[in-house]
C-alpha cells in the first residue's frame, strides 16, 4: 500500500488572535493529503495511522527533531484526509532560525519528507519581535513564547536564545536597568560589554566651600588682666615671668616684649559632613519584571 499526499498547508499561527474567528478555529500545521494504495486506489473510509516529524538540520546535517507526534486519520469517501498538528509557540524560533522539514510515515514507510516553505520573518516576529529581544512587563507569569529575565533555566526547546546567550538559563535582570553596550556618543563613556553588568558608581566630583565659614576671630591683644603676660624682660630685674601678682617684682615694662595683636583672620575648615542619602543613586523608576523573547 502506498499513501500519497496531494496538499499540505502550512499555517503558523501562535495564538488565537484578537479578532472574531469561529469554534472550528485552531493554530498550527493544517495537513490534507489523499491517500492511495500501490495501484493508485483511493483509500476510502479507511483509518491511517501516521506519524508526524518536524526537524531541522544543523551544522552536521544531521536531523534534529522539533516537534513529532503519532495519531490516527480517517480517510473519506474520496480517501482525503485533513488533519492539525501543533508544535506549540515554544518552538516558533526553531522554525524563525532555521529551514524546517515535515516528514510524514506511516509505520516504517515514508510517505512523504518536504521542505515547508514560510516567511521566516513572520514567525520569528511573533508577538511582534525576534528571538533574544528583551521587553518589560507587568505581569508575574510569561507569556507563551517568553521567558521571565529572572535567571529560571530556559526550555530545552529554546535552542536560538540559548545559543544567543552562550547559556541555559535567562539573564538574572532583576532590580536592573537597560543600557546600551558600547561608547556613548554624547559623553564618551562606555556601557557593559554585551551581556555583561556594569557595579553602581557615582561619578567623581568636587563641592565649593558654599557657605560655609569659620567665624572671624577679631583684632585684639592680650595686654589686659590675666592675660598680661612677658615674654621676656631686659636690664637688672631677674624676673622670667609677670602674671600680675603684686608680690613679685615689676619689671622695667619699657624693656618688656609684650604679645603682638593676632589681627584679623580666619582659620581652615577640616574634617567632613555629616552623611545624607540612601544605598545607591537612582532616578524616579517604576518596578517591572523583563522578559525575553524565545
Same mark, same amino acid.
Given at each position: 500500500?502506498?499513501?500519497?499526499?496531494?496538499?499540505?498547508?502550512?499555517?503558523?499561527?501562535?495564538?488565537?488572535?484578537?479578532?472574531?474567528?469561529?469554534?472550528?478555529?485552531?493554530?498550527?500545521?493544517?495537513?490534507?493529503?489523499?491517500?492511495?494504495?500501490? =495501484?493508485?486506489? &483511493? %483509500?476510502?473510509?479507511?483509518?491511517?495511522? #501516521?506519524?508526524?516529524? +518536524?526537524?531541522?538540520?544543523? *551544522?552536521? @546535517?544531521?536531523?534534529?527533531?522539533?516537534?513529532?507526534?503519532?495519531?490516527?486519520?480517517?480517510?473519506?469517501?474520496?480517501?482525503?484526509?485533513?488533519?492539525?498538528?501543533?508544535?506549540?509557540?515554544?518552538?516558533?524560533?526553531?522554525?524563525?532560525?532555521?529551514?524546517?522539514?515535515?516528514?510524514?510515515?506511516?509505520?516504517?514507510?515514508?510517505?512523504?519528507?518536504?521542505?515547508?516553505?514560510?516567511?521566516?520573518?513572520?514567525?520569528?516576529?511573533?508577538?511582534?519581535?525576534?528571538?533574544?529581544?528583551?521587553?518589560?512587563?507587568?505581569?508575574?507569569?510569561?507569556?507563551?513564547?517568553?521567558?521571565?529575565? =529572572?535567571?529560571? &533555566? %530556559?526550555?530545552?526547546?529554546?535552542?536560538? #536564545?540559548?545559543?544567543? +546567550?552562550?547559556?541555559?538559563? *535567562?539573564? @538574572?535582570?532583576?532590580?536592573?536597568?537597560?543600557?546600551?553596550?558600547?561608547?556613548?556618543?554624547?559623553?564618551?563613556?562606555?556601557?557593559?560589554?554585551?551581556?555583561?553588568?556594569?557595579?553602581?558608581?557615582?561619578?567623581?566630583?568636587?563641592?565649593?566651600?558654599?557657605?560655609?565659614?569659620?567665624?572671624?576671630?577679631?583684632?585684639?591683644?592680650?595686654?589686659?588682666?590675666?592675660?598680661?603676660?612677658?615674654?621676656?624682660?631686659?636690664?637688672?630685674?631677674?624676673?622670667?615671668?609677670?602674671?600680675?601678682?603684686?608680690?613679685?617684682?615689676?619689671?622695667?615694662?619699657?624693656?618688656?616684649?609684650?604679645?603682638?595683636?593676632?589681627?584679623?583672620?580666619?582659620?581652615?575648615?577640616?574634617?567632613?559632613?555629616?552623611?545624607?542619602?540612601?544605598?545607591?543613586?537612582?532616578?524616579?523608576?517604576?518596578?517591572?519584571?523583563?522578559?525575553?523573547?524565545?
Amino acid at each position: 500500500m502506498k499513501t500519497k499526499l496531494l496538499l499540505m498547508l502550512c499555517l503558523f499561527c501562535a495564538s488565537i488572535s484578537n479578532y472574531a474567528q469561529s469554534s472550528a478555529s485552531q493554530s498550527g500545521i493544517a495537513v490534507q493529503g489523499i491517500a492511495r494504495d500501490a =495501484n493508485n486506489t &483511493a %483509500l476510502t473510509k479507511q483509518t491511517l495511522n #501516521l506519524t508526524y516529524t +518536524l526537524y531541522y538540520r544543523d *551544522a552536521s @546535517n544531521i536531523e534534529q527533531t522539533i516537534y513529532k507526534v503519532t495519531r490516527n486519520v480517517e480517510t473519506d469517501a474520496f480517501g482525503v484526509f485533513s488533519d492539525i498538528i501543533d508544535p506549540a509557540a515554544v518552538n516558533n524560533s526553531l522554525f524563525a532560525n532555521n529551514v524546517a522539514y515535515l516528514k510524514i510515515e506511516k509505520g516504517t514507510e515514508e510517505i512523504s519528507n518536504e521542505k515547508l516553505n514560510h516567511v521566516p520573518y513572520a514567525i520569528s516576529a511573533n508577538n511582534g519581535v525576534p528571538t533574544g529581544s528583551i521587553m518589560p512587563f507587568i505581569g508575574t507569569v510569561a507569556p507563551e513564547g517568553w521567558a521571565l529575565c =529572572n535567571g529560571a &533555566a %530556559l526550555p530545552t526547546t529554546a535552542k536560538a #536564545l540559548i545559543a544567543l +546567550l552562550g547559556s541555559n538559563n *535567562a539573564p @538574572n535582570l532583576q532590580g536592573m536597568f537597560l543600557r546600551g553596550t558600547g561608547t556613548s556618543p554624547v559623553n564618551n563613556q562606555a556601557g557593559p560589554a554585551l551581556k555583561a553588568t556594569q557595579n553602581e558608581e557615582l561619578k567623581s566630583h568636587l563641592h565649593g566651600k558654599g557657605t560655609l565659614v569659620t567665624e572671624t576671630a577679631g583684632n585684639h591683644n592680650h595686654a589686659s588682666g590675666n592675660y598680661d603676660k612677658l615674654l621676656s624682660i631686659t636690664g637688672n630685674n631677674t624676673v622670667n615671668s609677670v602674671d600680675g601678682d603684686s608680690a613679685m617684682v615689676q619689671p622695667d615694662l619699657a624693656n618688656v616684649a609684650k604679645m603682638s595683636d593676632a589681627g584679623n583672620h580666619t582659620h581652615t575648615i577640616s574634617g567632613e559632613t555629616a552623611s545624607t542619602g540612601g544605598n545607591e543613586t537612582r532616578p524616579v523608576n517604576y518596578g517591572v519584571n523583563y522578559i525575553i523573547k524565545l
